[in-house]
């Protein structure tokens, strides 16, 4: 797999913007001007993914020098049954070194409309070598339960990591 920086003159631009529209409810989306232009920073990385050149999914990262926190990772619907998220997460994982990475998926609630793919995708994570930290997050009222690759993740650079790169109001918080 190869990966290309997300920009408004790729091929695939609208492919990634339909992605980005498709795999987010709109209270989770950022804008996508918005992402580009913070992808400019230094430690954010706005990335489409590829094998043999088709599309196969984005992933959206805000890093430090021991963090990653995977704030967007889709695969394009037409390439999802062919296991191109796990080998996403295994390049990613090798390309960055060791450091550990974050994420946070939607709390599983049997009212939630979509609680079935909320419990799949914690599947999915665990089945890539993700552990449910011991905080949750909530990001603008909606709660999420927090994944790592360390079984024990650094709250306080997780903290520290949302503090520097946030866009509205995100907080930890402990288990209750």
Known sequence: MEYTRVNRKQKD???VVELMLTAFPPEERIS???LNLLSRKRNVNFLAWYDNREFCGITYTIESEKMIFLLYFAVNAQQRPKGYGSQIIHELKQAVRGREIILNVEKPYQSAENNTQRVQRI???ERNGFCQSSFDLRIEGTDYLVFSTNAVP??????SLLEKYHIGKIQPTDMS
Do not use: H
């Open 13 to 15: 631009y609208r492919s």
């Open 32 to 34: 996508i001007w918005i």
């Open 123 to 125: 599947t999915f994570y």
């Open 154 to 159: 650094n709250k306080t650079e997780f903290s």
